[in-house]
């Protein structure tokens, strides 16, 4: 089971949908591993732009990474902001949830590290109420997943 931007566009589409004052942004970003696990900044860079800059670059755990995105994805917002209790709600919803999540986990075994990162300059749907952002490392290759919402 693959990540896709498909299966990402879906979820924020549905996230988008009859929201109040919030808007969810999803990205997968796929790279040739020309820099290594321990150059994330160099990767993150040759994606987003010279002027991009991350810190609080750090190891996690898929467990981890599944319990941050599931929250983050599922929040309800307030009166003022958030996305509609029927798509939080819906058997839709939950059911993408529970497909980011199986190939999220099928992405993390592939890889060989996971880190977990945020961004200090540059993030690509500035400005952000909630944000996450992974890098997965595997096989010549970066798969780089960027969730965030704006309100």
């Not at 089971?1 to 996230?15: F, P, Y």
């Not at 949830?97 to 990162?117: G, H, R």
């Not at 749907?125 to 919402?149: E, H, K, M, Q, T």
């Amino acid at each position: 089971m693959n990540l896709t931007q498909g299966l990402l566009n879906r979820i924020s589409d549905m996230l988008n949908r009859d929201a109040t004052n919030y808007t969810v942004f999803l990205r997968l970003y796929e790279l040739s591993e020309r820099y290594g696990v321990d150059d994330l900044s160099a990767c993150i860079r040759e994606a987003f732009g010279e002027s991009t800059e991350v810190e609080n670059e750090e190891g996690i755990s898929v467990e981890d990474i599944l319990v941050e995105m599931g929250e983050l994805l599922s929040y309800a917002g307030d009166s003022g902001a958030g996305p509609s209790d029927s798509v939080l709600n819906s058997r839709e919803f939950q059911g993408l949830l529970v497909e980011l999540k199986d190939c999220t986990l099928s992405l993390a075994k592939q890889a060989d590290a996971v880190k977990k990162f945020c961004f200090r300059a540059g993030h690509p749907a500035y400005p952000v109420f909630w944000d996450f952002a992974y890098a997965f490392f595997a096989d010549g290759r970066v798969s780089i997943l960027i969730g965030s919402s704006s309100d």
